[in-house]
C-alpha cells in the first residue's frame, strides 16, 4: 500500500485524519505567506498578513502532526511504520516554507530603497513560477498525482538554473548599488530553498520512502528507462 493509499483510506483511524488535515493547512498557509512577503519585497506592496503569526500557525500545526503520528505508532505497532516516517519528512518542508516565507518579508527591511528596475524582473519570474509550484504541490500531495509531482520537479529544475543566473548577475555588477545586490541575491537564494522544499514533498508522491528528495533528472531516467 502506497503513503497517499493509506492516507485516503476509509479505515484510517483518527490520528491519520488529523495529521493529513494539518499538513494540508501548513502547506495552504505556507502558499500564502510566500505570496505575502514576495509581494512585500519584489512588488513593493504592504504587507497587511501577519507573518509571525502565520508561522507560529505553522509551527503549532507541525507539533499537532507530530503529536498525532505518535499516537498512531503507539496504538498500531503493527501497522507499517514507514508511512510515518514520510510524513514527519514531509511536514519538516513545509515548516520550513513558513520560516522562509517570513524571512523573505523581514529583507524588504534591509533594502535602502524600492525594488524597482531590471535587476528585480527575474525574481519576480521566479517567484511567479513558485507560487504556481504550490499549487501543483498541494494538488498532487491531496490526489497522489504522480504527473504533477514529477511536474513540480521539472520546475524546481529550471528554478535551479534561474537562480544560479540571477545570483551570477548580480554578483557580476548587473544592478545598481551593493545594497540592492545583497538583498536580491539572499532573495533569490531564499526563494531557491523554497522551491527545493516544495520539489520535496512532491518526491515523496513519486518516490518510496528510501528514495525522496531525488532530482527531476532522475525521474526522467526512471521514465525514460525500459522495465
Given at each position: 500500500?502506497?503513503?497517499?493509499?493509506?492516507?485516503?483510506?476509509?479505515?484510517?483511524?483518527?490520528?491519520?485524519?488529523?495529521?493529513?488535515?494539518?499538513?494540508?493547512?501548513?502547506?495552504?498557509?505556507?502558499?500564502?505567506?510566500?505570496?505575502?512577503?514576495?509581494?512585500?519585497?519584489?512588488?513593493?506592496?504592504?504587507l497587511d498578513l501577519d507573518l509571525e503569526r502565520r508561522d507560529d500557525e505553522i509551527d503549532r500545526r507541525e507539533g499537532h502532526l507530530r503529536a498525532a503520528?505518535?499516537?498512531?505508532?503507539?496504538?498500531?505497532?503493527?501497522?507499517?511504520?514507514?508511512?510515518?516516517?514520510?510524513?514527519?519528512?514531509?511536514?519538516?518542508?513545509?515548516?520550513?516554507?513558513?520560516?522562509?516565507?517570513?524571512?523573505?518579508?523581514?529583507?524588504?527591511?534591509?533594502?535602502?530603497?524600492?525594488?524597482?528596475?531590471?535587476?528585480?524582473?527575474?525574481?519576480?519570474?521566479?517567484?511567479?513560477?513558485?507560487?504556481?509550484?504550490?499549487?501543483?504541490?498541494?494538488?498532487?500531495?491531496?490526489?497522489?498525482?504522480?504527473?504533477?509531482?514529477?511536474?513540480?520537479?521539472?520546475?524546481?529544475?529550471?528554478?535551479?538554473?534561474?537562480?544560479?543566473?540571477?545570483?551570477?548577475?548580480?554578483?557580476?555588477?548587473?544592478?545598481?548599488?551593493?545594497?540592492?545586490?545583497?538583498?536580491?541575491?539572499?532573495?533569490?537564494?531564499?526563494?531557491?530553498?523554497?522551491?527545493?522544499?516544495?520539489?520535496?514533498?512532491?518526491?515523496s508522491v513519486v518516490f518510496p520512502f528510501e528514495q525522496i528528495r531525488r532530482t527531476h533528472i532522475e525521474v526522467r531516467d526512471r521514465i525514460d528507462k525500459?522495465?
Amino acid at each position: 500500500m502506497a503513503l497517499f493509499d493509506w492516507l485516503k483510506g476509509g479505515d484510517r483511524p483518527a490520528q491519520v485524519d488529523d495529521a493529513f488535515a494539518d499538513l494540508q493547512e501548513m502547506l495552504r498557509i505556507g502558499d500564502e505567506m510566500f505570496g505575502a512577503a514576495c509581494g512585500h519585497l519584489l512588488d513593493n506592496e504592504i504587507l497587511d498578513l501577519d507573518l509571525e503569526r502565520r508561522d507560529d500557525e505553522i509551527d503549532r500545526r507541525e507539533g499537532h502532526l507530530r503529536a498525532a503520528v505518535q499516537a498512531y505508532l503507539a496504538s498500531q505497532p503493527g501497522r507499517p511504520q514507514v508511512y510515518a516516517l514520510k510524513l514527519l519528512g514531509i511536514v519538516q518542508e513545509a515548516e520550513r516554507i513558513g520560516d522562509l516565507s517570513k524571512s523573505l518579508g523581514d529583507l524588504a527591511s534591509l533594502a535602502t530603497r524600492p525594488r524597482l528596475g531590471p535587476a528585480v524582473l527575474p525574481l519576480r519570474n521566479a517567484r511567479n513560477e513558485i507560487q504556481a509550484m504550490f499549487t501543483l504541490t498541494r494538488s498532487c500531495f491531496r490526489e497522489n498525482d504522480v504527473t504533477r509531482a514529477e511536474a513540480v520537479l521539472t520546475l524546481h529544475e529550471e528554478r535551479k538554473r534561474e537562480i544560479q543566473s540571477i545570483i551570477r548577475d548580480l554578483a557580476t555588477g548587473r544592478s545598481d548599488s551593493v545594497n540592492e545586490a545583497v538583498v536580491l541575491a539572499l532573495a533569490a537564494r531564499m526563494l531557491g530553498r523554497v522551491s527545493s522544499h516544495l520539489a520535496n514533498i512532491a518526491s515523496s508522491v513519486v518516490f518510496p520512502f528510501e528514495q525522496i528528495r531525488r532530482t527531476h533528472i532522475e525521474v526522467r531516467d526512471r521514465i525514460d528507462k525500459p522495465d
